[in-house]
């Protein structure tokens, strides 16, 4: 999981001054090829005067196949859209993203090593244009930004689609987010200079605040994984 579309509905009826608020907790099974891990999200949206915020994070747990107890990932991303005009689609936006890990190996002696690593800070600054059905049951945000990767690509860019679709009287949701950014990676002799990260959801809305599904992730060159990887899971949301 990287970031989750539910509060595209609550930031685009609030950009027209409307007041709502949303966050909710996810859990995640991912059953991806040397996977088999749990992930828990948690989400926060809240609209103001001036704008809005959002943020999520991420905790990965361990698995048989990462061979560690507890949490073996954490990541973060908050994000603030400034509204200009009352009236308008258009906002500027600022971002952050980061967090940590950690995993295992053997040496070169069969011996188990601790491997702790940081996932290098980001911050992006751009801006955001939202168009929606006159029910908002359909909606699609689009991103263009400039992105700073700390220790890494100074000067990069990250272009992302956000999309919610609604049937069945918001019974069944449609949602998820598509990214393309620049950012460098070595694997082995090769290097890559794109990163390509979609993460299409869809929920079951059982309940006023009980929802089940799931989520493919489709990415190529993320994170430690060249090239193409296809990951889905299972899910359950509780919506406060």
Known sequence: MKKIAFTLIAFFV???GLSTYAQNVQLHYDYGKDRKMFTTTVE???????????????????????????????????????????????????????GFGRGQFHDGDDNTVQDNYSINSAWLIGGQYTWASEDFSKVLTLQANYKYIKDKNDAAFQLTAIWGLHFFDRKLSLMGFADFWREDFVFGENTTDFVFLAEPQIWWNAMEHFSFGGEIEISNNFGENEGFMVNPTVAVKWTF
């Open 14 to 16: 609030s950009s027209f």
């Open 44 to 98: 926060m949206f809240k609209p103001d005067k001036m704008g809005s915020t959002f943020f999520f994070i991420d905790m990965d747990y361990g698995s048989d196949a990462s061979q560690i107890d507890g949490i073996t990932l954490a990541y973060w991303e908050i994000a603030r859209s400034f509204k200009i005009f009352k009236k308008s689609n258009f906002e500027p936006r600022v971002e952050y993203n980061g």
